[in-house]
């Protein structure tokens, strides 16, 4: 039987940039970095869940970068960690918004993906 989520690619045009992004800004921790091609294969560990983020755009496919991911990211305190996120650069489209299903709010990566970020 299936179990989990191993990881998420996210597509990026400049691995170093990304990296520094993913991890002073959003505090993920780099759990995997080795060559591979013409690229490295990045793998990034999210909090404490089993689930990993990859910073890798696959061949063929950079000039759709920052238009093809879709996903979202939950936090315990939407309001409290986008004030803590907005101050260290990230780029919101808007302060969290709260609906009966919960509130979120969505930000961009250097290469242009966004994100939701919203409550569990």
């Avoid at 039987?1 to 191993?6: A, E, G, P, R, S």
Wanted: net charge neutral.
């Amino acid at each position: 039987m299936i179990t989990h989520l191993k990881f998420v690619g996210i597509p990026t045009r400049d691995q170093t940039r990304a990296v520094a992004f993913y991890t002073e800004k959003l505090g993920f921790k780099v759990v995997t970095d080795q060559p591979m091609g013409a690229q490295r294969w990045i793998e990034m560990r999210v909090g404490a869940s089993d689930t990993r983020v990859v910073l890798f755009t696959p061949d063929g496919q950079h000039d759709r970068v920052g238009t093809f991911f879709n996903g979202s990211f939950a936090c315990d305190n939407v309001d409290r960690t986008y004030e803590e996120l907005k101050t260290r650069g990230v780029e919101f489209s808007a302060p969290p918004k709260k609906e009966p299903w919960g509130t979120f709010t969505t930000f961009k990566d250097p290469d242009g993906n966004e994100f939701v970020m919203g409550s569990r």
